[in-house]
T-cell receptor, first 113, second 116 residues
Framework: DAKTTQPTSMDCAEGRAANLPCNHS???????VYWYRQIHSQGPQYIIH???NNETNEMASLIITEDRKSSTLILPHATLRDTAVYYC??????????????FGKGTRLHILP | NAGVTQTPKFRVLKTGQSMTLLCAQD?????MYWYRQDPGMGLRLIHY???????AKGEVPDGYNVSRLKKQNFLLGLESAAPSQTSVYFC???????????????FGSGTQLSVL
């Protein structure tokens, strides 16, 4: 089973910030949070990742709560091209590990014109 | 850079036929994965490999076999295809960091498989 839970779908008005939540209440101290998105039927695309500090790149910002049990992906100015399924996953940061990466069903984000 | 290449892109099989899907990556990645995606569903892990010569089962391994004889290639085999295996198959790869700080997944463009 996936170690994360996300809302099934969300709407956001074009030009507004899209805030996508993710719960990972059983996350371990050495697990990173990664976000990916899948546009239409293409292969998923990496967005951002973090361990415990907030992160920002050219695509998005990632806010991780202090207890690390949840996070929020922020798309600051959503456009129609951001309509996609967004996946939140956790990944162990350990040299020796069983690297079974499980995706959930993700959140289907609709950007409304 | 080619990245992750999947072949074929489309395939139609009859029940009971066999086939092999090829995933090739040119990024010298250690980790490789096979996922399937059914309509309206998320990605489900079939098999994965943490290095050349090693494979492991994912969430839904039944009916599939894999091999990683070369580091750059990860093959997914269907010995006797069934209609339930109609799906879109995605391959992914990732490098292996010593402290795993930046192990983003790179995905192929997918293979649409229909089993009649």
């Amino acid at each position: 089973d996936a170690k994360t839970t996300q809302p099934t779908s969300m709407d956001c008005a074009e030009g507004r910030a899209a805030n996508l939540p993710c719960n990972h209440s059983t996350i371990s101290g050495n697990e990173y949070v990664y976000w990916y998105r899948q546009i239409h039927s293409q292969g998923p695309q990496y967005i951002i990742h973090g361990l415990k500090n907030n992160e920002t790149n050219e695509m998005a910002s990632l806010i991780i709560t202090e207890d690390r049990k949840s996070s929020t992906l922020i798309l600051p100015h959503a456009t129609l091209r951001d309509t996609a399924v967004y996946y939140c996953i956790v990944r162990v940061a350990s040299w020796w590990r069983d690297d079974k990466i499980i995706f959930g069903k993700g959140t289907r984000l609709h950007i409304l014109p | 850079n080619a990245g992750v290449t999947q072949t074929p892109k489309f395939r139609v099989l009859k029940t009971g036929q066999s086939m092999t899907l090829l995933c090739a990556q040119d990024m010298n990645h250690e980790y490789m994965y096979w996922y399937r995606q059914d309509p309206g569903m998320g990605l489900r892990l079939i098999h994965y490999s943490v290095g050349e010569g090693t494979t492991a089962k994912g969430e839904v391994p039944d009916g599939y076999n894999v091999s990683r004889l070369k580091k750059q290639n990860f093959l997914l085999g269907l010995e006797s295809a069934a209609p339930s295996q109609t799906s879109v198959y995605f391959c992914a790869s990732s490098r292996r960091d010593r402290d795993a700080t930046n192990e983003k997944l790179f995905f192929g463009s997918g293979t649409q498989l229909s089993v009649l």
